[in-house]
């Protein structure tokens, strides 16, 4: 009787030591990457904290949010410069597309708060599923509104001395930077070198870290979606087919980051998820495959708006294209109308349809040999037809 009560004792005991060795583990990784102790640091460090204790239910996902500082001032700073500069556009006498603007303050800068500043950024240092989301969102869906906004454009506008500076700047690297299928493998690359290193466990334990990958994720994003899209001058330089072909192939290669992630034999950023202390939620290797799949689905599903506006754009090239043509043509047959009415003119006027049809093609079709036989009195008199 009085073994069983010991080995009772000493297992009671060992769990009070696990617990307390990892709350001294967590408290430990919070620190170990906010010594500094930055406003930042601090921050995000009870964002952290409370997002550890109050569990992930529906409800939270409408209620969890919280302020993602630096990501707030860079929306309203480029808020700021996007409105001065088409103001500045429409003071000298242009004109400014309302729909670019509601693109690029509405789904570029209010997708990027809305992914960053929801659930997703707040239980981002706590479980894994809600930050291989939010990478997905930064590298897909937030650069479509970034892109149909046309910012580029716009500062070309307002500054005509980076138009022409860019014109200038224009060689083979800018060729190959343009190219959709560079920035297609460079995003897919980007991702893959995230997951299957330390870098995520790193970015996590280091909050300036987090807020460079969140930029690096959109510089990426936006340098494939830019010259696929083609809406900015200079962009668009590949053609249509091509273009819709790479987006099919870009397709295909966005499932490679979600099946690293699935297909991994170990937890990814284990250390840092293991003495966070969390008791409720899925286990580590649970939010990571969630993540992994979660990370396949959206790559596939986000992508379809950026296909769908390459189809609409293509269209709309074509029609352009064949107004264009049209056009010319009109101007062909209006020219040559305008020809052989001359030519009936200069055969006589009451000569009669049908006698025309009776001289040689050279006489009656304008062209140089008409005018040279008229020139040189070389037309033939129709003859009377046998009785």
């Not at 716009?154 to 980076?162: D, F, S």
């Not at 979600?258 to 649970?286: D, F, M, S």
Request: charged share 15%.
């Amino acid at each position: 009787m009085g073994a069983a009560q010991d080995v009772a004792r000493l297992s009671t005991q060992a769990v009070v030591i696990r617990r307390a060795a990892r709350k001294l583990g967590a408290v430990h990784c919070c620190r170990s990457s906010e010594r500094a102790g930055t406003p930042l640091a601090s921050y995000l460090k009870t964002v952290t904290t409370t997002a550890t204790q109050a569990p992930l239910t529906p409800a939270r996902w409408l209620t969890g949010w919280s302020w993602d500082l630096p990501v707030l001032l860079v929306v309203v700073a480029a808020a700021v410069l996007y409105v001065a500069a088409s103001r500045r556009v429409r003071g000298r006498g242009g004109s400014w597309p309302v729909a670019a603007t509601a693109w690029f303050l509405a789904g570029g800068l209010g997708s990027l708060a809305v992914v960053t500043c929801s659930f997703l950024g707040t239980y981002s240092r706590v479980l894994f599923w809600p930050l291989a989301v939010q990478d997905v969102l930064l590298l897909t869906l937030v650069p479509v509104g970034l892109t149909l906004g046309r910012p580029l454009a716009l500062c070309r506008a307002a500054r005509p001395r980076l138009d022409t500076a860019r014109r200038r700047g224009s060689g083979r690297l800018a060729g190959v930077l343009s190219f959709p299928l560079t920035g297609s493998v460079l995003a897919v690359g980007l991702l893959l070198v995230i997951y299957t290193s330390g870098w995520d466990e790193t970015r996590l334990e280091h909050p300036w870290l987090l807020e460079t990958t969140r930029l690096l994720l959109l510089v990426a994003g936006c340098g494939f979606l830019w010259p696929l899209l083609g809406v900015d001058e200079g962009t668009g330089r590949t053609s249509y087919p091509v273009r819709a072909l790479i987006a099919f192939l870009d397709g295909l290669l966005d499932a490679l980051p979600g099946l690293a992630v699935l297909g991994t034999g170990h937890v990814i950023a284990a250390g840092y998820y293991t003495h966070l202390n969390r008791v409720w939620g899925p286990t580590p290797a649970k939010a990571q495959q969630l993540g992994g799949t979660a990370m396949i689905a959206l790559s596939e599903l986000v992508g379809l708006p950026a296909l769908l506006v390459l189809l609409v754009a293509w269209v709309r090239s074509d029609a352009g294209q064949a107004r264009n043509v049209d056009a010319a043509l009109d101007a062909v047959h209006a020219a040559e109308s305008a020809a052989a009415s001359a030519t009936r003119r200069q055969s006589g006027p009451d000569e009669d349809p049908e006698v025309l049809m009776q001289r040689p093609w050279w006489e009656v079709n304008a062209g140089p040999l008409s005018d040279r036989a008229h020139r040189y009195g070389w037309t033939q008199q129709p003859q009377d037809p046998p009785a």
